[in-house]
């Protein structure tokens, strides 16, 4: 059964750079959509960046351009590499193992992340202004 843990996270001031990780127990590939999401209690979840078993990367609006998804397949390990933070961001990211979205046949992954096969115990990210 996969099982993520999170790291990186921490404090920055504004338009500075983080990376956060999240080791996979087993390979990322076993599920199609891997990523991150990002919430804190009481607010609404924001999908931030999803890929997929043919390595097609997803970001929400707000981050495209800043943020950057990857994956480590020889660790089992996904990167987020944030740039150019601003105090928006601040959240607790999690890392999500997300159901695809599918019509009919036709499944891919999006931001959407409104069901969740698995997720971790996320990573505080905090950015000052």
């Known amino acids: 059964q996969m099982q993520l843990v999170e790291s990186g996270g921490g404090s920055v001031q504004a338009g500075g750079s983080l990376r956060l990780s999240c080791v996979s127990s087993?390979?990322?590939?076993?599920?199609?959509?891997m990523g991150w999401f990002r919430q804190i209690p009481g607010k609404e979840r924001e999908g931030v960046a999803s890929?997929?078993?043919?390595?097609?990367?997803n970001y929400a609006d707000s981050v495209k351009g800043r943020f950057t998804l990857s994956r480590d397949n020889a660790r089992n390990t996904l990167h987020l590499q944030m740039n150019n933070l601003k105090p928006e961001d601040t959240d607790m990211y999690y890392c999500?193992?997300?159901?695809?979205?599918?019509?009919?046949?036709?499944?891919?992954?999006?931001?959407?992340?409104?069901?969740?096969?698995?997720w971790g115990r996320g990573t505080q990210v905090t950015v000052s202004s």
């Open positions: 999500a193992a997300p159901q695809p979205t599918c019509s009919g046949d036709d499944c891919y992954c999006d931001v959407g992340f409104e069901r969740l096969n698995v």
């Open positions: 087993v390979d990322t590939y076993e599920q199609m959509c």
């Open positions: 890929i997929d078993n043919l390595e097609r990367l």
